[in-house]
């Protein structure tokens, strides 16, 4: 159909016109092309030689042929003349010029000869004759040139014919011609065939059925335009798609110009069709990309915002978090104080009571509670009893504190102690109604305003001594640091009441010298420490009320100190279970010694054992053995600044042997030699009595390693 076929390009200024390298006006032939150009010339006209003997030898046979046939004939001169008229068209026909000349020569002697004067030969004075003869070999050349031409007009024909065919093909157009007066297309182009998938050998598809390929939501539309632009006479130019069976559904532009007749009245449309597809469909990659972008440009200036917004939270909690580094130096300040306190109280104060009643003061102001209380154990009678009940900032018994007596003296198990004493510390909601606190006690205290319930137990020796209770106003959560100090401290309270409970089935004075003893061995080792603690925040509280601070240097060094502190407590602590040995044995009280030694993020403390066997040592050396391995970790500790400590146990049939290991800046030679501080004396004195060999080998920057031979020979 007319309008309709792929769209070619418009307004293109037509290609250059194609100029042979070979055309005349090319470049002067250089002397030395000559001999190659002769040669060429020569090799063209033997092959034209071997092209033309075959026709001249057939032309030549035909018109002999009809010679002899006319001749016996005897027909009229017209007929071989005009026989011998068509075997030189057919030769020329094929292409044969050269054949052709020499056959019309032939064809002119055979009629002068046979047909014109028969027998006689040409005669100079038969002017007519001759006139004749040249006029039919004039005919005869004439006719074979024209027939060249024309055959040569329709090669040509047929090459840019299919050149125009491969040219549709490759740029996906095609051409028509659409008649105004019937609305019926007179021509398709192949191109134009294709892209409507019809088949190019039949003639222009009817308009009707043409229409049946376009897009129904198209072809309304399509069919309107038309007939504006055919009312308006105006060029045509029309979009819409095209479906083929089998085939993807194709994008189509079409473009037309109107052709009057001499008169002015609109004739028909000649125009081109052109396939757009891969233009829409890159068209519609494109604005998909172009939405892309946009997306992603949005999805940028979002990210900025929460960049923005994340900046501005971060710039909150760093101003957060120098409130809470102020809030941790007074927590710390706190603990320091609380622990300074202990340690002053455990050296000063004689009386149990009220050695405990400071304990829970300490505690109490570190915590901040509002009411406190001790129960005692007595396993003789199984019964708790509240001891002491710190209300105000004083220490009262329970009758001066009004404590209900239905709650001072209880069962454990009416007290829950089972769910106490497998913990070090357990917090407790009184409003929740899961809590292990009594409910007659827990009426009371909700009656007094308390809210939350910090419960420790009190151990020692691997025995139950009590529990002492802390209760907050508030709901109240406690972080890790703060439970660990406060544990520290119950468990101090917990060997101040063993060691007491010791004096009640032990010479007073041999107790109170062990009290004192370790008072001043617990004193030498975290005295130091929590002083080295106060230093650190004193410097850090300096620190920031300048700028450029480090105060978290300094906090973070407290809180290493602080750990160190609780390390040495552990130590301590292990020190006074001489059961431990009894109870599990050397190899299990070492790896305990070990485990409580390690300091997170700065010592590690390893433990290994080869051939020994418990029963090779007696109890006391198996506790002399331990104690030598608590002096030198200490020692390493507070001399040597190690980072791993390693302790081997090893046995043979002859001697157990106790080797300390440590990778720390090692012990000065003199120093040494003095023993000063360095509890090498206590070490001695205990090998000796054991007539065990004790070696110590240390350098500056190199360790220190002590080691403890014991022979088996007095000891199986």
């Known amino acids: 159909m007319g309008p309709i076929g792929p769209m070619g390009s418009i307004g293109q200024p037509s290609a250059p016109p ?26 063209n006209l033997d092959r034209v030689i071997r092209q033309s003997w075959a026709p001249c030898l057939v032309g030549a046979a035909a018109i002999a042929l009809l010679t002899v046939v006319c001749a016996q004939l005897h027909t009229l001169s017209s007929v071989p003349a005009l026989l011998f008229m068509v075997i030189i068209v057919m030769i020329s026909l094929q292409g044969r010029f050269i054949p052709a000349i020499f056959v019309s020569l032939v064809a002119i002697v055979c009629l002068d000869y046979w047909f014109i004067k028969p027998g006689f030969p040409i005669a100079s004075e038969g002017t007519l004759d001759v006139v004749g003869l040249v006029a039919y070999l004039t005919t005869a050349i004439v006719i074979t040139s024209l027939l060249a031409k024309v055959r040569r007009s329709f090669r040509e024909l047929h090459l840019s014919e299919g050149r125009l065919a491969e040219g549709e093909r490759l740029s996906r157009t095609g051409s028509w011609t659409w008649t105004v007066s019937n609305r019926e297309n007179v021509y398709w182009s192949a191109g134009h065939f294709r892209i409507f998938g019809f088949d190019p050998d039949k003639k222009p598809v009817p308009y009707q ?27 045509w130019d029309c979009l819409f798609r095209v479906v083929v069976p089998g085939e993807p559904v194709k994008h189509i532009r079409t473009i037309g110009r109107p052709v009057v007749d001499d008169s002015g009245n609109l004739s028909e449309y000649v125009g081109t069709v052109i396939d757009v597809t891969e233009q829409h469909h890159s068209t519609a990659a494109l604005e998909k990309a172009f939405n892309e972008v946009k997306t992603l440009n949005a999805e940028l200036t979002r990210t900025n915002e929460e960049l923005l917004r994340e900046i501005r939270e971060r710039q909150e909690a760093q101003e957060a978090l120098k409130i809470s580094e102020e809030q941790r130096i007074t927590h710390l300040a706190r603990a320091n104080e609380a622990l300074r306190g202990f340690l002053d109280t455990l050296a000063d104060v004689p009386e149990l009571d009220d050695f405990l009643g400071q304990v829970m003061a300490s505690i109490n102001r570190y915590l901040g509670a509002a009411l406190s209380t001790l129960r005692l154990l007595n396993t003789e009678r199984n019964r708790l009893t509240v001891e002491l009940v710190l209300k105000e900032g004083r220490v009262l018994t329970p009758i001066e504190a009004g404590f209900p007596e239905a709650w001072r003296s209880v069962s454990p198990e009416e007290q829950h102690l089972t769910i106490y004493r ?59 640091d703060t439970l660990e100090i406060a544990r520290a401290l119950a468990v101090q309270a917990g060997i101040a009441i063993h060691l007491t409970r010791l004096a009640r089935t032990a010479k007073q004075s041999a107790v109170l010298e062990e009290r004192n003893r370790l008072a001043g061995e617990i004193h030498d080792s975290l005295a130091q420490i929590f002083t080295g603690i106060s230093m650190q925040l004193f410097a850090s509280m300096e620190g920031l009320e300048t700028e450029g601070n480090d105060s978290r240097g300094y906090i973070e060094r407290a809180n290493e100190l602080a750990h160190f502190g609780l390390a040495e407590a552990r130590r301590s602590a292990l020190s006074l279970r001489s059961d431990i040995i009894e109870d599990s044995g050397l190899v299990y009280a070492l790896q305990m010694l070990v485990e409580r030694s390690n300091i997170p993020g700065r010592l590690r403390c390893n433990f290994s054992t080869k051939g020994f066997r418990e029963e090779t040592l007696s109890l006391t050396a198996e506790q002399d053995l331990l104690r030598i391995a608590q002096e030198a970790i200490s020692n390493a500790l507070r001399h040597g600044k190690p980072t791993v400590i390693s302790l081997l146990l090893k046995g043979d049939p002859s ?23 360095l509890g090498i004396t206590s070490m001695r004195d205990r090998a000796k009595q054991h007539d065990a060999q004790l070696d110590i080998r240390t350098a500056p920057g190199h360790g220190t390693t002590v080691t403890v031979r014991l022979p088996l020979r007095g000891e199986t």
């Not at 009426?443 to 002492?468: A, C, F, K, N, W």
């Not at 080797?659 to 120093?671: K, P, Y």
């Open 422 to 480: 497998n913990k070090p510390t357990t917090v407790t909601h009184l409003l929740d109604p899961t809590s292990p606190t009594p409910p007659g006690l827990r009426e009371y205290l909700v009656d007094l305003g308390i809210r939350t319930g910090l419960i420790m137990p009190l151990t020692s020796g691997g025995q139950m001594h009590g529990l002492l209770a802390f209760y907050f106003y508030d709901e109240c959560e406690f972080d890790p």
């Open 655 to 677: 001697s157990v042997t106790l080797e300390v290991r440590d990778n720390g800046t090692g012990i000065d030679r003199v120093r040494l030699e003095n023993e000063e501080g």
């Open 18 to 43: 194609i100029t042979s390298q070979f055309s005349p006006q090319s470049a002067p032939v250089d002397k030395n092309t000559k001999a190659p150009q002769s040669l060429a010339m020569k090799f």
């Open 209 to 235: 059925k043409a229409l049946e390929r376009i897009h129904p939501e198209d072809v309304g539309l399509f069919d309107t335009r038309l007939s504006q632009v055919v009312q308006e006479k105006k060029d």
